[in-house]
């Protein structure tokens, strides 16, 4: 086990933010995360994953872990499914492009959402109508107290949109190692409805899609509307989009005629809020490094040397000027780190 001293944390983190850890271990397995957690002289433990759903705002003055741990496996299959584990560490869109490869059907809809396989149940990631609980089996997770491995059902994982059991009461507690998903090899139920993806395959002039033509038709979407990490910081969508009451919908539409929205129960719908920040005039707009991308205004980006609290002030702004202008609340998608 080797530990850093001083490391730059702005290659680990889709934001780019230049953090430092004050020290930093590399886990690659199950044995050397156990052992990191009981090291007594480090008393402060920081778990990082892919990076992509965080925006630093401070040096981080502790161990960070940096979960690497890799594999998938095919655990159970039938002539109708199959049930693959995946460990922690593994890039979530290179996942889902080796489903693909072999037909395994359910991911196609989250193409391209950045990140490692071991964070998408904290977030319970999803995209056009899509959700990881769709698919999702069980989970395993280390509790950082003991360094026992328990194993968590969906159930257990209490989902919701954009969240779980990790992010409430197990936030702090567990580290998750491993996730199990059940996939179709047959039969498969595409989604297309949602979003433009029925419109980017008639412009394909595709009219019976297969998984790879929806994963296609996800990707060119995203690809258009996305900034790729690697050439302009992000980490996707900053903020959830907002669900509100059926009263609080009937004075929204009243006053907003043409606002797009989606009816997520009898009593709830959903308002895009990328759609909310645009009328409030901040889609492309720059200040200083820390910006408003200008082909999704759901996406904040770092132009190079924003600060993580540059941007975090700059969310701030933007949620007070919703706030302000459709009484409506949008809170960050992202985990902030204060």
Request: glycine share 8%; with cysteine.
């Amino acid at each position: 086990m080797k530990i850093q001293q001083q490391v730059s944390l702005k290659k680990y983190n889709s934001f780019g933010i230049d953090a430092k850890a004050a020290f930093f271990c590399e886990i690659n397995t199950i044995e050397t995360l156990a052992k990191a957690l009981q090291l007594a002289a480090y008393p402060t433990k920081f778990i990082l994953g892919g990076g992509s759903n965080m925006l630093l705002t401070k040096d981080i003055d502790a161990l960070v872990l940096h979960i690497n741990l890799k594999g998938k496996k095919i655990s159970t299959e039938t002539d109708d499914y199959v049930v693959i584990e995946v460990m922690a560490g593994e890039n979530w869109h290179d996942l889902v492009l080796w489903t693909l490869e072999n037909d395994f059907g359910g991911l196609e809809n989250m193409s391209l959402i950045p990140g490692n396989t071991g964070t998408s149940p904290i977030q319970n990631i999803g995209a056009y109508g899509v959700e990881l609980k769709d698919v999702f089996v069980s989970c395993e997770a280390m509790n950082i107290s003991n360094q026992k491995i328990k194993t968590f059902s969906k159930t257990k994982c209490a989902f919701g949109y954009r969240e779980s059991y990790f992010k409430n009461e197990g936030k702090g507690k567990y580290i998750i190692t491993s996730v199990a998903l059940k996939l179709t090899k047959k039969n498969h139920s595409l989604n297309t409805s949602y979003g433009s993806i029925d419109t980017e395959l008639v412009k394909n002039n595709i009219t019976n899609p297969t998984i790879k033509d929806v994963s296609n038709a996800v990707i060119a979407i995203r690809s258009s509307k996305l900034p790729d990490p690697k050439v302009l910081g992000n980490s996707g969508s900053f903020f959830k989009n907002p669900i509100i009451s059926e009263e609080e919908f009937s004075v929204f539409s009243k006053n907003n005629p043409d606002a797009p929205f989606y009816q997520v129960s009898n009593k709830e719908f959903k308002i895009p809020a990328g759609w909310l920040i645009e009328q409030c005039g901040f889609k492309g707009k720059r200040f200083g490094d820390a910006g408003v991308h200008k082909n999704q205004a759901l996406v904040l980006v770092n132009y190079g040397q924003a600060s993580g609290a540059e941007i975090l002030a700059l969310a701030h702004k933007i949620i007070a000027a919703v706030t302000e202008k459709f009484n409506i609340c949008i809170l960050p998608e992202v985990n902030i780190i204060k």
